[in-house]
């Protein structure tokens, strides 16, 4: 058996859960669900495949991630990233790291920010997925769809011998192209978590990304130790191509095959997907903090020091924090990050 090492990506700023999540206190950070933070889910999720993990987070964000893996008790090495270059240059770095502990290493890539219930069918996904992963292939995690949705990008999958060979990586549809995508039974959501042999992913770097996967050996070679983190040289980093690993390298290789993943799943992305998967009361309503509601259904309220009294609304998120309150309509939820760009 492999060398399984978790790579845990949490460099993401969530605008769409403004105002609890800011640039420098991002969702990740954040208890959203459950007792730990979502960093804290995700690493207590995938602790069983090994000893060690890595989490590659924001310089500014260092400190916080350092206590929270802390209070965890799990050994992680904390990668910085002195600027944001999407995921694929992260991930090499993580296939990099890798490769120092272990000549075969398979790195199981997660966002920190995922919500994912039912770990038994989870698990179960993640072996199929290192089982493939160590006869060469580069593998994603197609979620089952369970309702034609249009926040999501879209993997098409065909059946090759015995596997499922990804088709096509297909971007946000419409309601009425989601429809289809449904029906036909060859669609799955593109969840953004995938299993590589570091080693494989190398030499798709080197073939499809050259210049990135040398920015990154230097800046791996030009970094330094730092207290509890390992500190990416800027100069080189930031050379690199900010590109995520489905357009740098996915979408090109020929060996791009999917697992299909049928636990409860959410990327978390809106204040309406957290109304989703929360628990609600007789009238639809999820609250968390000091909340009174008359006549009120549908709802979803967060608030940290004040009371929030809802009388005779509907389908309404309110979030209340030291220094704003949001109200919005539960299904605009996702235009928060215009508020935020503003």
Known sequence: ??????????GGSGSRLWPKSRHHYPKQLHCLYGQHTMLQETMKRVAWLGESQIV?????????????????????????????RNTAPAIVIGALKSLEASPDAIIAIFPADHLVRDLEKFNASLNAAIEVAQQGK??????????????????????DEGLLRVAAFVEKPNLETAEAYLRSGDYYWNSGMFVFSARRLIEEIEVHQPAMLQHCRDALDSGVKDLDFFRL????FSK??????????MEKTLQAYMVPFTAQWSDVGSWQALWEVGDKDEHENVFFGDVIAEQSQGCYVSCEGRLVALVGVEDLVVVETADSVLVAHKEKSQDVK?????
């Open 338 to 342: 215009k508020i935020v760009d503003a």
């Open 240 to 249: 690199s191509a900010n590109l995520s690993i489905d357009y740098a390298v």
């Open 56 to 84: 590659i987070c924001n310089h500014d964000q260092r400190f916080m991630v350092a206590d929270q893996v802390q209070e965890m008790g799990i050994s992680a090495e904390i990668i910085l990233e002195p600027v944001a």
């Open 233 to 236: 040289d800027k100069n080189h």
């Open 138 to 159: 580069l593998v994603t995690f197609g979620i089952v769809p369970t309702r034609p949705e249009t926040g999501y990008g879209y993997i098409k999958s065909v059946e």
């Open 1 to 10: 058996m492999s060398t399984v090492i978790p790579v845990i990506l949490s």
